[in-house]
T-cell receptor, first 110, second 117 residues
Framework: TQLLEQSPQFLSIQEGENLTVYCNSS?????LQWYRQEPGEGPVLLVT?????EVKKLKRLTFQFGDARKDSSLHITAAQPGDTGLYLC??????????FGKGNQVVVIP | DSGVTQTPKHLITATGQRVTLRCSPR?????VYWYQQSLDQGLQFLIQ???????AKGNILERFSAQQFPDLHSELNLSSLELGDSALYFC????????????????FGPGTRLTVL
């Protein structure tokens, strides 16, 4: 079983629309990170959230860490084709180990 | 550019063979992590080294081994290769990863695509 469940697995939207993807777990994490990966390349770190309830913004991307530090969401406003990619969440356990979800594949159609 | 380098970029080999993948971490990073990524399994953690010592093991097969050298570069050795070992192999590095939470931000290399025929 996957420690981190990401949903939806695949999402296709039109340019300009908004979208939200989710990362859920039954485990508590000391921090949670979001990465974006493009085909044939390594994941690139977008953000780290640490405090329960924390919200971080990166241009049109808004990341929220759940109050209980078990889940997170990523909201993209007015999606652009450049937002296309695989979004991976990764939770850091209390022992300092990082576990990745399988990702949310986002496709933004021009 | 993450600062993490991996060689080779692509590797094609036959079943039963042995290959070595190489990784150089970002300057100053003490931890190196190896991951395997396939379409059905996602990004799977294999093994971590911290300052030359094995720190954590994940889903690494006995046919696979790794080491981190004094200059902190790392090598992943894959032997008795099988068709199912075909995947992308990523190396990542971080400053910490000593076994306690350090907001362990990892920086990934471009990966090695291994194809076993």
């Amino acid at each position: 079983t996957q420690l981190l469940e990401q949903s939806p697995q695949f999402l296709s939207i039109q340019e300009g629309e908004n979208l939200t993807v989710y990362c859920n777990s039954s485990s508590v994490f000391s921090s949670l990170q979001w990465y974006r990966q493009e085909p044939g390349e390594g994941p690139v770190l977008l953000v780290t959230v640490v405090t329960g309830g924390e919200v971080k913004k990166l241009k049109r991307l808004t990341f929220q860490f759940g109050d209980a530090r078990k889940d997170s969401s990523l909201h993209i406003t007015a999606a652009q084709p450049g937002d296309t990619g695989l979004y991976l969440c990764a939770g850091e356990s209390l022992k300092g180990r990082l576990a990745f979800g399988k990702g949310n594949q986002v496709v933004v159609i021009p | 550019d993450s600062g993490v380098t991996q060689t080779p970029k692509h590797l094609i080999t036959a079943t039963g063979q042995r290959v070595t993948l190489r990784c150089s971490p970002r300057s100053g990073d003490l931890s190196v992590y190896w991951y395997q990524q396939s379409l059905d399994q996602g990004l799977q953690f294999l093994i971590q080294y911290y300052n030359g010592e094995e720190r954590a093991k994940g889903n690494i097969l006995e046919r696979f081994s790794a080491q981190q050298f004094p200059d902190l570069h790392s090598e992943l050795n894959l032997s008795s290769l099988e068709l199912g070992d075909s995947a992308l192999y990523f190396c990542a590095s971080s400053v910490g990863g000593s076994g306690v939470p350090t907001y362990n931000e990892q920086f990934f290399g471009p990966g090695t695509r291994l194809t076993v025929l």
